[in-house]
């Protein structure tokens, strides 16, 4: 399983998020965090386990470290990767402006 940052946040479910209020998580790599304030198009890539609001997601640098990683631990990239929790409507907007998913 891939990018399973969730679990060691796993008791945090909601977050009070200045912009949109009480709101379930997401998590996102510190790039992406970085990225979308200045609107920056990183890439935008997410896991499949979710117990939270919304998957972990990461940025293209990360999927290309962690594509490279081949099955090993993903640890390491984990670390690297410093995830920043975010409200779930703030991970819709990261994913829109990041990833360029906007309709
Ligand atoms: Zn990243
Ligand atoms: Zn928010």
Redesign the pocket.
Known sequence: MKGSAARVKRRMKNVNCLSHGEQGIGLV????AFAVDSGER?GFFWGDDADTARPDA??????KTLVALNGRSTEGWFQE?AFEVCCAMCWDEAKAICGGFAN
């Open positions: 790599c510190k790039h992406i990183v990461w940025c293209r640098e990360c999927e990767a």
